[in-house]
C-alpha cells in the first residue's frame, strides 16, 4: 500500500492534503511547527523537523513512505535539499509541488535583490515606510536598518515583540485582498515594499496592490535547491501517483 508524506506549511499542501483524502490514499502531512495553530487537516499530521538528512531518511524507512511530496515554501531551501538527499538515500521517488515565480509586468517597479542580506543592505539610506512582507522570519535582520518605520504582518501574536525601534504589527493570517491591501499601504503610508519571490496567489495580493499604487517593491529571488522533479499543479501530483484527478470516480458502469 501506498504511504505518501507531504512536507507542508503551504496553501499548495493543504490543497494536496485534501485532494489525497478525497481519494481515500494513505498519506501524512509534514509541518515544521513554526505556526501556533495550523490549520486543521483531512489527513494524519506530524509536527516538528525530522533531525537533518538522515532523520528524514530514518523517517521515510520506519513508516515504509512510497512517495514523497515536497510542497514546501520556495524559500524553505534546507527542507527541499534534505528532501532530494534523503529520498535518494531511502530510494523513495520525490517530486515537488511548487508554485512558478511571479514575473514583473508593466507598471511594476521591482528591484531585484538575491538575498534578505542584500534586501537589508538595499535599504541603507534615509528613513522610509516600509512594508516588510516576510511573514516572522529574518524580521530581526532588519534591525540593522533603524532608520525606517516598518510595517509588519504576522499569522500569529509573537510572544516577544519584534526588535525593530519603529514598527507597527497587524495580525492577520488572510487571505488578503489587493483592495484590502492597498488600503493597508495608503493607511500607513508605505513608500515600499519588501516581499520574496513566492510565486502563487496565495501572496500575491501586496504585489498587485503595489502595482496599482505605483509603489516600488524589493523582490527577493529564490533560493537555489538542488534539481528534483517539479509540477504546479494538483492534478500533475495525481497523474505523477498514478491517481488522475480526471479518472471518473466510478469506472465500469
Ligand atoms: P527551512 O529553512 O528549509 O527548514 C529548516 C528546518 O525546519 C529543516 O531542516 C527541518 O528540520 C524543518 N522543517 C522545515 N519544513 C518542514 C516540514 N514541512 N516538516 C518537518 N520539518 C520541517 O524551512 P523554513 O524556511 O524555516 O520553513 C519552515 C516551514 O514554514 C516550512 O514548512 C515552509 O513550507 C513554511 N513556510 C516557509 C516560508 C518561508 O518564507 N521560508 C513561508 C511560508 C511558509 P530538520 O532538519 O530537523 O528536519
Known amino acids: 500500500m501506498e504511504h505518501i508524506l507531504i512536507l507542508g506549511g503551504t496553501g499548495e499542501a493543504s490543497a494536496l492534503a485534501a485532494a489525497v483524502a478525497e481519494r481515500g490514499l494513505t498519506a501524512t502531512l509534514s509541518y515544521a511547527g513554526r505556526t501556533a495553530n495550523p490549520r486543521a487537516q483531512p489527513i494524519p499530521v506530524r509536527v516538528g523537523g525530522f533531525g537533518g538528512v538522515a532523520g528524514l ?21 534546507t527542507m527541499s535539499a534534505h528532501a532530494v538527499a534523503a529520498a535518494q538515500a531511502a530510494g523513495v521517488p520525490l517530486l515537488a509541488l511548487t ?24 535599504l541603507s539610506g534615509p528613513a522610509r515606510r516600509v512594508m516588510l512582507a516576510l ?4 524580521v530581526e535582520t532588519f ?44 493607511e500607513h503610508g508605505i513608500d515600499l515594499i519588501v516581499c520574496k519571490n513566492a510565486g502563487g496567489t496565495g501572496a500575491e495580493a501586496k504585489i498587485v496592490a503595489a502595482r496599482r499604487l505605483g509603489l516600488p517593491v524589493l523582490m527577493i529571488d529564490r533560493p537555489f535547491i538542488p534539481a528534483r522533479a517539479t509540477v504546479h499543479e494538483i492534478g500533475e501530483v495525481m497523474d505523477w501517483l498514478g491517481h488522475s484527478a480526471h479518472e471518473p470516480a466510478h469506472l465500469g458502469v
Open 57 to 77: 531518511e530514518r523517517y521515510v524507512r520506519d513508516h515504509r513512505v512510497t512517495h514523497l511530496i515536497d510542497a514546501t515554501h520556495p524559500f524553505a531551501a
Open 99 to 122: 508554485r512558478p515565480a511571479w514575473q514583473p509586468l508593466p507598471g511594476d517597479r521591482w528591484h531585484g535583490v538575491p538575498d534578505i542580506a542584500a534586501a537589508v543592505t538595499a
Open 135 to 138: 511573514g516572522r522570519m529574518h
Open 143 to 186: 534591525a540593522a536598518q533603524p532608520q525606517h518605520r516598518y510595517l509588519l504582518r504576522f499569522v500569529d501574536s509573537p510572544d516577544v515583540p519584534p526588535a525593530l525601534p519603529d514598527h507597527r504589527l497587524v495580525v492577520d493570517r488572510g487571505p488578503f485582498t489587493v483592495e484590502g491591501d492597498m488600503r493597508l499601504m495608503q
